[in-house]
């Protein structure tokens, strides 16, 4: 599974940016997909998941309320959209996929990754 992750860019407090991660070589049909963004310096961090059906989601505490995560399977494609962005979700982000059942918190759940998309938040 090759994951190619966009939609990143430059925006303002408060603002919203919608991040895809593409799948090629293989259907997502049966993938636990996960968000997860490393910041400079710092270690990388779990954002949100879905699981493969698209039933079950989860988010981190300081993302909840503003970031929300879904899946197009026809496009083969997870999304992730984020609304009242802040300074401090500033972060290259990493789309992850694992054949698996489970919603996926752990990045050491995943076995694949994209390449990320840098994400800058001004004040």
């Known amino acids: 599974v090759q994951l190619q992750a966009s939609g990143g860019g430059l925006v303002q407090a408060g603002g919203s940016l919608r991040l895809s991660c593409a799948a090629s070589g293989r259907t997502l049909g049966r993938y636990a997909m996960g968000w997860f963004r490393q910041a400079p310096g710092k270690e990388r961090l779990f954002v949100a998941a879905?699981?493969?059906?698209?039933?079950?989601?989860y988010y981190a505490d300081s993302v909840k309320g503003r970031f929300t995560i879904s899946r197009d399977k026809a496009k083969n494609t997870v999304y992730l959209q984020m609304n009242s962005l802040k300074p401090e979700d500033t972060a290259v982000y990493y789309c992850?996929?694992?054949?698996?059942?489970?919603?996926?918190?752990?990045?050491?759940?995943?076995?694949?990754w994209g390449q990320g998309t840098l994400v800058t938040v001004s004040s």
């Open positions: 879905i699981t493969w059906s698209g039933g079950s989601t």
């Open positions: 992850a996929a694992d054949y698996s059942s489970l919603v996926l918190i752990a990045k050491t759940g995943y076995e694949y």
